[in-house]
């Protein structure tokens, strides 16, 4: 093993986002050493959100949706090759090829894959998709021009959200089924779900809450509906599974790692932990596929599925992979993601779910242009803007800082009534899809004041 950090053999399992971005700033960082990145799928790394947005638009095509490169990484790519599994004793990364890849250091970002439709032989019936990779988006997109008669989403959670609007920005008809009482209330909690269950309804959704699909139906190997559990039916052409998203762990379950169903368990500086809840030195994780603590949420582990979150962890790792002990930072960044869905620009900073009150402090639901700012045991920790992204630097601000719950005055613009009401976050066992943030683990009762890297 080499004891020159910027020297020596890397290796990046997941060539994502998260493990580009590694790539480019370990040379960034003067990493002059052998770097290998391997990839499931057959693609240079390329970018997911407009997988549900652009592509089945027809804006885009997937092929397009190929990552910028912020520098020439001089690595090798292997991509079609699945890792099989990890030797931390002989620091080996094991190929699906029979192909052993020695490493000094090795960075796991292999994020997630789309949860399938659990009945094997309906899931493989002619129009059921799932969306995650840029060939699903392709698929769907391209039996969308072909204009079927209806097409039935199950699960509304962002990704389900976003391909109903687009069904209907494309005027198709679309049934969406949701085991929750409202879209998106497993991330964003009942206030702002009802919003979302009200617009859909205005566009012209036939919006299913409370129910699940019990069944797909077919015929010639073709599927041709679904049957719900009140006893109704829906004719579809084509069924979109949005059930959330699964890490892909699974290739770990004999490496003594701490991997498992919530991803990967590793310290804020990027160390993965091993199952007796040793940090490693030599492996890291960055992505959707990291589970990690978080001081502003009371050092819960947080699993998130968010664009930001890949860029930035994929960063810290990167850093620290190339560094010694005292010049390791934390990967202490506030979650933000944003959707855009039905006409709405939806952002948001912190993590709603953490909460156990929300406030509309500014705007109004009926406008549909609001700030939702959330707070946990009296501070805040989380705001949601709809149609109003400005005021979210501000309201980050307050998060970093653990400012008390209910906030100020921020606007002269402030809404009728700034009483606070239950966040009214479901238990994700309620709901279809699954939420792209995922909290568990340890809370101390003390507060934090969180203050910005500077390094």
Not at 294 to 307: C, G, N, R, T
Request: hydrophobic share 40%.
């Amino acid at each position: 093993m080499s004891t020159d950090l910027r020297n020596g053999r890397i290796v990046v399992v997941g060539a994502s986002l998260a493990g580009l971005r590694a790539a480019e700033k370990l040379r960034d960082e003067g990493f002059t050493g052998s770097l290998t990145m391997v990839g499931e799928e057959n693609q240079l790394p390329y970018d997911r959100p407009p997988l549900s947005k652009q592509v089945l638009l027809g804006r885009v095509r997937a092929e397009d949706t190929g990552l910028p490169r912020r520098r020439e990484v001089d690595a090798r790519w292997k991509l079609g090759t699945r890792a099989t599994g990890v030797d931390p004793i002989g620091r080996r990364v094991v190929l699906a090829d029979g192909e052993q890849l020695p490493y000094d250091r090795l960075l796991i970002a292999t994020g997630t894959r789309a949860r399938p439709w659990p009945n094997p032989e309906e899931g493989a019936l002619d129009g059921v998709f799932t969306l995650r990779t840029s060939d699903d988006a392709a698929r769907l997109a391209e039996r969308f021009d072909a204009g079927p008669r209806r097409v039935l989403v199950i699960g509304a959670g962002f990704t389900g959200s976003e391909i109903a609007s687009a069904c209907r920005e494309r005027g198709l008809e679309v049934t969406v089924a949701e085991r929750g009482p409202a879209p998106l209330v497993g991330a964003l909690g009942g206030a702002l779900g009802a919003l979302a269950a009200r617009l859909q309804l205005a566009h012209g959704v036939d919006l299913r809450c409370g129910v699940t699909v019990r069944a797909l139906n077919g015929r010639n190997g073709r599927l041709t509906g679904a049957e719900l559990s009140d006893g109704s039916r829906i004719e579809a052409d084509i069924a979109v599974v949005a059930l959330g998203a699964m890490r892909n762990t699974e290739w770990l379950d004999s490496s003594g790692l701490a991997a498992g169903p919530r991803g990967v368990a590793c310290d804020a500086g990027c160390r993965a932990f091993d199952m007796y809840g040793i940090v490693t030195d030599d492996i890291f994780v960055a992505g959707d596929v990291a589970r990690f603590p978080h001081p502003l949420f009371e050092y819960q582990m947080l699993s998130l599925e968010h664009w930001g979150n890949a860029v930035e962890q994929a960063g810290v790792a990167a850093h620290n992979m190339v560094n010694p002990g005292p010049l390791r930072r934390p990967h202490l960044a506030v979650p933000a993601f944003w959707s855009s869905q039905f006409g709405l620009n939806i952002k948001s900073v912190g993590v709603p779910t953490f909460s156990d009150q929300v406030v509309i402090a500014q705007g109004s639901l009926e406008e549909r242009r609001l700030v939702a700012v959330y707070g946990y045991r009296g501070r805040i920790t989380a705001a949601v803007s709809v149609n109003r992204a400005k005021w979210l630097e501000h309201y980050q601000r307050l998060i970093e800082t653990a400012a008390p719950f209910p906030p100020g005055p921020a606007t002269v613009d402030r809404p009728a009534s700034s009483t606070p009401v239950p966040s009214d976050v479901p238990d994700p066992k309620l709901l279809s899809h699954g939420p792209t943030v995922a909290l568990t683990g340890h809370q101390p009762d003390r507060r934090l004041t969180l203050m910005r890297w500077s390094g």
